[in-house]
């Protein structure tokens, strides 16, 4: 299902990397400052992953997971996500979830059932994009690629860092074999794989702070404009 592509479309800034890269905070930010829409798409297929568990659907089983993406509810305010009018922020931001979104995100009809929600969020005056596909497959046009990339051993270290301050408990070594059985299996799908979008920009943000990251990124949609 290709995007027909139509001069005049608001601008989008597609933001791509592997889990934990800090995507999501960085396109926040830039959305913030820009006054864009944000999309998180990884919150799409985290929600899909929760209500999976909760219905208790294999990872596996395409028909119904696609038949359970289709008939789902799914609104942001803002930072906050709602599903069937329940707030699932924090539910979909656990372990589990992400390692349960990872698995459904492969499966290509839930991809496809996901592809128009996240178009049509592409809204005057603009939309940040943060995922691992949106510049490749949901926004070819994007007028701003970024791919933000990280060491397994720092994301890992920074996804730690954010659990323990939310209170939950999380083991470092854990963490950081579920991100690089994550990284393979986002690489290695037959579907939308985990890549950097031709002409994108490569951020390593190992040394860098979010405000360094979000500067790079703001700096280089200027120039785009």
Not at 74 to 91: C, K, P, W, Y
Not at 134 to 159: C, E, Q, W, Y
Not at 169 to 187: I, K, P, Q, V
Not at 195 to 223: F, M, N, T, W
Request: net charge negative; charged share 25%; no cysteine.
């Amino acid at each position: 299902m290709d995007e027909v592509l139509v001069p005049g479309l608001p601008p989008v800034i597609a933001i791509d990397g592997p889990s934990a890269s800090g995507k999501g905070t960085v396109a926040a930010r830039v959305a913030a400052e820009l006054g864009f829409q944000y999309l998180d798409s990884g919150a799409l297929y985290r929600a899909a992953a929760v209500a999976s568990l909760q219905r208790g659907i294999a990872p596996d089983d395409e028909p119904a997971l696609v038949e359970l993406v289709s008939g789902l509810a799914l609104r942001f305010e803002g930072e906050r996500i709602f599903m069937n009018g329940i707030d699932v922020s924090d539910a979909i931001r656990t372990e589990e979830a992400g390692v349960r979104s990872s698995q459904v995100a492969s499966v290509p009809g839930v991809r496809a059932a996901l592809l128009a929600l996240q178009r049509s969020l592409r809204i005057a005056p603009g939309l940040v994009a943060d995922g691992r596909d949106m510049g490749t497959v949901v926004f070819p046009d994007a007028l701003f690629k970024v791919f933000l990339t990280a060491s397994a051993a720092v994301r890992a270290a920074r996804r730690h860092k954010q659990l323990i301050e939310k209170g939950l408990s999380a083991n470092l070594e854990g963490l950081l074999r579920d991100l690089e059985a994550r990284d393979e299996r986002d690489r290695t799908r037959a579907v939308a794989p985990l890549a950097a979008a031709p002409g994108a920009q490569v951020i390593d943000s190992d040394h860098l702070g979010v405000a360094e990251v979000v500067d790079q990124v703001l700096e280089g949609y200027r120039h785009a404009v």
